[in-house]
């Protein structure tokens, strides 16, 4: 079965995907940078502002909003996993061979590797600020309700940090308040 992405100008998305098997693969600080490095050059070359983010052992999420009226979610949901999982299967082929049994999948007669579950994970998309701001708490309060940490900024692979000024981060975020200033009130469309 297969998901349809609404692609609609003006919409911010909120983005889960998984890891393969569901299995706690970003546990190890060394692969939460690389996945850091991944989603910044996707943000470069797919043109999208990142609004909040959370890596989690067994999973991730985003809230993006695309700059151009013509984007693909599944592009640039490429433009992140492949090069990330592309990096991991190198290292670990190189440093521990053995972790790559984590990571195979059966594709027909071939053996491949997978990092992240098949498919094209979870892709709601936000049309108001009162929902943005709701995807926002639930993203970053994901840490906190896992029972990972007290308060979500001493999750250091979130959001809650760079939006409370903290300097020292992962990746930056980029301000929703001039975004929504410049599209309209109350609405993520022009």
């Known amino acids: ?18 890891c393969y098997r569901m299995q706690q693969l970003l546990t190890d600080n060394l692969l939460r940078g690389w996945l850091a490095e991944a989603l910044d050059n996707a943000r470069e070359t797919e043109h999208f502002d990142l609004w909040a983010y959370v890596f989690m052992p067994d999973h991730v999420h985003l809230l993006i909003h695309p700059q151009h009226e013509d984007y693909s ?63 926002i708490g639930y993203i970053e309060y994901n840490p906190v309700r896992r029972g990972y940490v007290q308060e979500p900024v001493d999750w250091a692979w979130s959001s809650a940090r760079a939006r409370a000024g903290w300097e020292d981060v992962p990746l930056r975020v980029d301000p929703v308040e001039v975004i929504f200033s410049r599209m ?7």
């Open 1 to 18: 079965m297969r998901r349809h992405a609404y692609n609609n100008p003006g919409h911010a998305h909120f983005l889960t995907f998984s």
């Open 73 to 135: 979610v599944p592009a640039i949901l490429r433009r992140i996993k492949e090069p990330f999982t592309r990096r991991v299967v190198a290292a670990w082929r190189e440093s521990s061979p053995s972790k790559l049994v984590l990571l195979q999948a059966q594709f027909g007669q071939r053996t491949v590797h997978r990092f992240w579950q098949a498919g094209g994970g979870f892709d709601r998309n936000m049309t108001d600020m009162a929902a943005v701001n709701s995807a």
């Open 184 to 190: 309209g009130e109350g609405s993520l469309k022009p």
